[in-house]
């Protein structure tokens, strides 16, 4: 047996057949009553929007909307939306007298928060932020609260600049600092000094340090050769691969054992007290031409065993001391002297 829904009517005939729709208010929110056919279909087709939108059936009706971050008709073409690109980033992007608020050029001062009413507020182009100050009148202080109160004297505190600390000026009966009165330039500094400011620019930087102060472009610093002949070091080096270095120093300067101290850009070699042979090759005791070593407990305290031999340790660079102490030698500088004790010690000056 084949069940069949009668004529006007629509649905499951095994199940339940429904009076078939006559009008949009018998289908869904998203669907529309096709008439001819007396059955509800989706308002919503694959060519219903344009390309990058979406279909969404409202009503009884078709409504097409770009997916996010797109825009345009989306009946027609949806594109990527373009993302404005912030006015500035720092400070030193915006004019003078604005600083980068929220990532636009503002003047901070525009803000009614920022000084009191009785305080007048100034930008100062300093890099890499802004400076924002709040200036009483020259003639009042600001009190504990913040508030500028005028300045209350009795007597005036001086007449002349002579009678205000070196480093203030006379203005209006009142001892003001030097610096809070004549304003240096931008990145400017002041001191303050026999009642006047006295402006600089600061260490690489340039230009009028009473209207501006640059930033001075680094030049690349060629470093020049410390020497390029034993004359232009002092007596006691000598020039070594364009560096002044102790003669001492250099391999092989003297023989073994024997002691060396510069002079006239030269090694002098010596054989210590009690020893002979050439300095510059090496040099033997002659006091106990038997007395023979392996290691330092085996001599006195004041000597060390050097090339199987008991001798005086020291061999400390010219104006130094020398104090052997349990076999070791210590160099310090003589009284009025500083440097590298084993190698030169200098005059201070």
């Known amino acids: 047996m084949i069940c069949t829904c009668d004529p006007g009517y629509v649905g499951d005939a095994e199940v339940q057949c429904r009076l078939a729709p006559q009008k949009d208010a018998g289908c869904s929110n998203h669907e529309a009553c096709d008439r001819l056919n007396r059955v509800c279909k989706p308002v919503c087709e694959q060519d219903t929007c344009a390309k ?16 996010p971050g797109l825009t345009g008709n989306p009946y027609v073409e949806c594109i990527q939306r373009d993302i404005p690109r912030p006015e500035c980033t720092t400070d030193s992007d915006c004019p003078s007298r604005y600083a980068c608020i929220n990532e636009r050029c503002q003047d901070p001062c525009a803000k009614s928060d920022v000084c009191n009413p009785d305080q007048t507020c100034y930008v100062l182009d300093t890099y890499p932020l802004r400076t924002v100050t709040c200036r009483c009148p020259n003639d009042m202080i600001t009190d504990s609260r913040g508030k500028c109160v005028p300045i209350i004297r009795d007597t005036p505190e001086c007449q002349t600049d002579n009678d205000c600390p070196d480093s203030d000026k006379c203005l209006r009966g009142n001892c003001l600092l030097a610096c809070s009165v004549d304003k240096c330039g931008i990145n400017a500094q002041c001191i303050s000094q026999s009642h006047r400011a006295i402006c600089k620019c600061p260490a690489e930087y340039s230009g009028d340090p009473r209207i501006e102060c640059s930033l001075v472009p680094r030049v690349p610093n060629v470093q020049k050769p410390e020497c390029e002949r034993d004359s232009d ?65 085996e001599c006195a305290l004041s000597e060390s ?37 084993l190698n030169d010690c200098v005059k201070l000056e």
């Not at 990058?52 to 997916?67: D, F």
């Not at 199987?308 to 030698?329: E, F, S």
């Open 52 to 67: 990058n939108a979406q279909c969404i059936g409202r009503q009884h009706q078709p409504k097409c909307e770009c997916y």
């Open 233 to 297: 070091c002092r007596l006691d080096q000598k020039c070594d691969d364009e560096r002044c270095v102790n003669p001492c120093r250099v391999t092989d300067a003297c023989g073994r054992g024997a002691n060396c101290y510069p002079q006239n850009h030269q090694a002098i070699c010596q054989c210590l007290p009690g020893q002979s042979g050439n300095p510059k090759i090496a040099c033997f005791p002659v006091s106990e031409p038997n007395k023979q070593c392996s290691s330092n407990s």
């Open 305 to 341: 065993c050097i090339n199987l031999y008991c001798v005086n340790p020291c061999n400390c660079g010219p104006n130094a001391d020398c104090t052997v102490k349990n076999h070791y030698p210590i160099c310090t500088c003589k009284p009025g002297y500083t440097g590298n004790a």
